[in-house]
């Protein structure tokens, strides 16, 4: 006989737990007291939920798996602060979160896949390609986690960690309106951030969803041939139907988008480029965000000068365009996306054991 699946209780919101508990026979209000010790004070184990019955918790633990991120690796940067940390997974796959500190507030950039299939040449977090997507629980659960860890409250997400959220679509979502949920954390929708780097269907969506989120395109070149040469997506989703998709977005919901650019020495980082971005972006009112590309070992790209990195950020300026560059956190620990995790498998294959 075939054992029954177990419910992923965490990755439930309250409608979907209402349903499950009275499945269970239990009364609604039940299902706000799980629901709260769940996602408000954020419990790691059935049992510190002391209002309900030893019979309901039994009965949960019967039927219920549990999501709970298990920690490897903690790295806090001695410039600014910044704290990086590397999960395990039940089935043994290591994700990796970062913390930083700002005046407005904590922020963590999350990741929303086991590796990433998008194949971006000057990121870390695609060698290695697509293990599989990560549930709204294991997305949440590295918010309780940090939040747990830090004992600092998080008032900003930024998905931009490990994997396309967009390519993971529907767990995103579950995950947003979970994280955004009044009886959970109640994280402001304009304090999350969700990165692209262009899946056309799922920016239009998203739009449709009508979410106060902000959307980042990660751009990253000021031409279809460039952005063919960096970006292997491109050859599905061309620059003109991806800047109208993100034109669309806008318009649906108001949000300004950004744009994130990384600068690559000698690629994509002359002033010509920077006349280009400025023509595609003005007509979109969109910010643009410079960053300087974090080189890695497996490829032959290189940081721009910062010199160059100015020049490119005032032509921009005298162009019109909103424009910042990134402040680098954590330069001087396993700071770039994908980097952590990169190491550990890197170090496991060397003593013979994989992720595990």
Known sequence: MENKAKIDIKSLNLKQLTEYMESLG???????????WIHEKLVTDLDEMSNLSKELRGKLKENCEWTSLELLEEQTSQIDGTKKFLFRLSDGNVIESVWMQYK?????????????KMGCRFCASTIGGLVRNLTPAQMLDQIYRIQALTKARVSNVVVMGTGEPLDNYDNLLAFLKILTDEHGLHISQRNITVSTCGIVPNIYRLAEEKLQITLALSLHASSQEKRLELMPVANKYGLDEVLEACDYYGEQTGRRMTFEYSLVGGVNDTKEDAVRLAKLIKPLHGHVNLIPVNPIKERDYVQSDRSVVVDFKNKLEKCGINVTIRREMGRDIDGACGQLRKHFIDRQEEKGGGEM
């Open 104 to 116: 407005h507030g904590n922020s963590v950039c999350i990741s929303s896949q086991v590796g990433c």
């Open 26 to 36: 239990e009364k609604p209000f039940r299902a706000r007291q799980v629901y709260q």
